[in-house]
């Protein structure tokens, strides 16, 4: 039972362009969620995070937004460039608050 | 070094061998995380430390699985009578305290049985 829900397996976009990648959650005990970057042979890097408190967080060209009626997420970059081209994984922890629960990772390639 | 360090990068074993795969947490980090990730999908969890004890290890698959902290520094997962079903990229991780927050990830051992 996949509890954090990534639906698109890929996504390209133009350099310059908005890359928007999403993730529902099913588990309404999350109450915080993470954004992962991961570059091949690489372990998963921190990107950014958002409180169930909260709807948006933003850092920089990176914006997170949070819709907790719907169990959705999702993770705006702006403008794409090509070193943002990875896999990013949407993660969620809730309760306990020490464990994460992924989802299945978004391969975004950004083309020059 | 200053961030997660999994030894070693790669492990090829036999079937039915024991293996040990390492992890140097970022120092004064007192919360250490093992993941596994499967071709094609996310890391899944399998064990937690906050300190020397193991406070949730409900993720690790089988007996065949264990992990150690003695220290509450480095962490060994040991895998006995592998299996070819263990074959997957094992990430170590490691927080401050183990509380909401970002977990920073090692690069991970790439273990394959053949």
């Known amino acids: 039972d996949q509890q954090v829900k990534q639906n698109s397996p890929s996504l390209s976009v133009q350099e310059g362009r908005i890359s928007i990648l999403n993730c529902d959650y099913t588990n309404s005990m999350f109450d915080y969620f993470l954004w992962y970057k991961k570059y091949p042979a690489e372990g998963p890097t921190f990107l950014i995070s958002i409180s169930s408190i909260k709807d948006k967080n933003e850092d920089g060209r990176f914006t997170v937004f949070l819709n907790k009626s719907a169990k959705h997420l999702s993770l705006h970059i702006v403008p794409s460039q090509p070193g943002d081209s990875a896999v990013y994984f949407c993660?969620?922890?809730?309760?306990?608050?020490?464990?994460?629960?992924f989802g299945k990772g978004t391969l975004l390639t950004v083309n020059p | 070094g200053a961030g997660v360090s999994q030894t070693p990068s790669n492990k090829v074993t036999e079937k039915g061998k024991y293996v040990e795969l390492r992890c140097d947490p970022i120092s004064g980090h007192t919360a250490l995380y093992w993941y596994r990730q499967s071709l094609g999908q996310g890391p899944e969890f399998l064990i937690y430390f906050q300190g020397t004890g193991a406070a949730d290890d409900s993720g690790l698959p089988n007996d065949r699985f264990f992990a150690v902290r003695p220290e509450g520094s480095v962490s060994t997962l040991k895998i006995q009578r592998t299996e070819r079903g263990d074959s997957a990229v094992y990430l170590c991780?490691?927080?401050?305290?183990?509380?909401?927050?970002?977990?920073?990830f090692g690069q991970g051992t790439r273990l394959t049985v053949v």
């Open positions: 993660a969620a922890s809730g309760g306990s608050n020490y464990k994460l629960t």
């Open positions: 991780a490691s927080s401050l305290m183990g509380g909401p927050g970002e977990a920073f």
